[in-house]
């Protein structure tokens, strides 16, 4: 397996253990289970925010754990420890053997994990020095003040992290991964006339800090951010009503992330929780319309190379054409429903179990130009970036704030208009789709998404799509 020296380094030689001898304590922990697993994490991470002119915090952290699953049927037994020791693991094997009481299965066939690497081995935080962050901080600051007077406020952050993993299986099977993790945020609060309006942007990936601390990119960032707080500061009321309303490309494919995507994870349609259940084979959007998760993009923030399962990593079409396709599943949702794993089984941390969960989620390109899409649109918006939303799962609503939206006025845009919030259902919704465009785009890589009280990195992406009779909450009298 790639990565497998530096792992072993890390989870057996520095704790004086035996390779040999944690396989022997795993299958004898996990006998007569139907699935489960060690799963080993070392993690660093480190965060810098700048605020007001000045360095508000600065943290680095190291984590290291581990955590034991026994699956029987669809019970679970899980127990977890921050100090790897061969007493600990003996503990752990005591707690998962209480879910097995009267259970008498077989251990399924475990993945057979990656071929390789997504993204590079280095470690993000230990090649750029500390000072040169808190400069790149520092320089955002001054930029931004400098190329507008408006500038009131700048906010900047830089987050990184370094995860190994390792992940051991009753039939002795071992996978490895690591992955980097950075992230660059700024956000600007302009005032203008006695109104005050802000912006942000991101840019992130499984990459090094490289990138970020370039001069054109994080420039790029802050003139992003500084253009938003622009449009706000013009904008006007939203109007509100049943309208056609186009989503510009990228970003905005987080509402197909909430509003769809969730829907298709395994345990949801396992637990017939889900607006999709049991819909495999029927037309549940318009024609068109193809929705696919694909961990295997190199470098981008939802990626992995495997799961936290050690399934290898993959791409699972979800929507085909408007018909239905599959669901996204872990190990144990898919045996509980004849299935296939698709390499989605994820967690936080050591001390959380796997889930189904998105890796990067978005929709295919159609053929539409998009200012043919905008000049289709007698009178609808134009929304471009979204902030929070909410969903409920089972029944597909959503309701999505739209933080920079426009008027569409006889096939051109219009003014920027402000407190737009999207209504509908997820389900019903990609019903409407009447126009994709051929301008595919995945976010800038920002984005996190939580689950039971879980957070993994995810990315999002569409094309321009045009939606017609969706509901539009305004703030227009």
Not at 302 to 315: L, N, P, Q, W
Not at 373 to 387: D, E, R, T, W
């Amino acid at each position: 397996m790639p990565h497998s020296a530096t792992t072993e380094d890390l989870f057996f030689h520095r704790a004086g253990l035996d390779a040999g001898r944690v396989e022997r304590i795993v299958a004898d922990g996990l006998q007569g289970c139907d699935d489960g697993e060690l799963f080993l994490e070392y993690r660093q991470s480190e965060g810098i925010a700048l605020d007001d002119g000045r360095i508000k915090s600065a943290s680095f952290d190291t984590a290291q754990g581990f955590g034991l699953r026994g699956v029987c049927g669809e019970a679970t037994g899980y127990a977890f420890g921050t100090t790897l020791s061969e007493q600990s693991l003996l503990r752990a094997c005591d707690t998962v053997r209480a879910v097995r009481s009267g259970h008498a299965g077989h251990m399924s066939l475990g993945p057979t994990g990656g071929e390789g690497s997504l993204y590079t081995d280095l470690n993000p935080l230990a090649l750029v020095p500390f000072e040169t962050k808190v400069e790149l901080l520092e320089n955002i600051n001054a930029y931004a003040r400098g190329k507008d007077s408006r500038v009131a406020q700048v906010m900047a952050s830089i987050l990184g992290s370094w995860q190994a993993v390792r992940i051991i299986r009753a039939d002795g099977r071992h996978a490895s991964d690591i992955r980097p993790l950075v992230r660059l945020n700024v956000s600007v609060m302009m005032t203008d006339k006695g109104r005050t309006e802000t912006g942000g942007h991101g840019m992130g990936g499984r990459v090094t800090y490289d990138g970020l601390i370039s001069e054109s990119h994080w420039q790029a960032a802050v003139d992003e951010a500084i253009r938003q707080a622009s449009v706000n500061l013009e904008s006007i009321p939203a109007p509100a009503g049943d309208m056609t309303v186009v989503l510009g490309p990228g970003w905005p494919g987080v509402l197909l992330h909430e509003a769809v995507g969730h829907g298709l994870e395994g345990d949801f349609n396992r637990k017939g929780t889900s607006a999709f259940s049991g819909r495999i084979g029927e037309r549940v959007a318009a024609k068109g319309v193809t929705v696919v998760d694909d961990g295997t993009l190199r470098d981008r923030r939802g990626s992995i190379s495997i799961d936290d399962e050690g399934t290898a990593s993959g791409r699972t079409v979800l929507i085909e054409d408007g018909i239905l396709k599959g669901y996204l599943f872990d190990r144990l949702n898919a045996r509980l429903m004849d299935a296939r794993p698709t390499g989605n089984g994820r967690r936080q941390s050591y001390a959380h179990q796997p889930l189904p969960r998105m890796t990067n989620t978005f929709m295919l390109a159609g053929d539409k130009q998009p200012e043919e899409i905008l000049s289709s649109v007698k009178k609808g918006l134009y929304a471009v970036n979204f902030g929070g939303g909410q969903v409920d799962i089972t029944s597909g609503k959503f309701v999505f704030s739209a933080t920079e939206a426009y008027l569409i006025e006889d096939g051109k845009l219009g003014p920027a208009v402000k407190g737009a919030t999207l209504i509908g259902n997820g389900p019903d919704a990609l019903t409407r789709v009447s126009m994709i465009g051929n301008d595919l785009k995945l976010d800038t890589g920002v984005g996190t998404c939580g689950k039971d009280g879980q957070g993994v990195a995810v990315g999002v992406g569409q094309p321009t799509m045009r939606i017609d009779g969706l509901t539009v909450g305004g703030t227009a009298v």
